[in-house]
């Protein structure tokens, strides 16, 4: 995999916190994303599923 020079990791930087500050952005993340991260996090505290 290739690093990225600073220049292209600014601009990859830049284009994620654009993301964060569009309101249909952050409310297709809650609606969609998110309740799955928490159900990844529900397993993690699983003792049986991390055997």
């Known amino acids: 995999m290739e690093v990225p020079t600073d220049?292209?990791?600014f601009q990859i930087?830049?284009?994620f916190i654009q993301c964060l500050?569009?309101?249909s952005?952050?409310?297709r993340t809650v609606l969609h994303a998110?309740?799955?991260a928490l159900t990844?996090?529900?397993l993690?505290?699983?003792e049986?599923?991390?055997q």
């Open 7 to 9: 220049d292209i990791r």
């Open 13 to 15: 930087e830049l284009e």
């Open 21 to 23: 500050a569009s309101p």
């Open 25 to 27: 952005y952050l409310n």
């Open 34 to 36: 998110y309740p799955h």
């Open 40 to 42: 990844f996090l529900d």
């Open 44 to 46: 993690l505290d699983d």
């Open 48 to 50: 049986k599923f991390r």
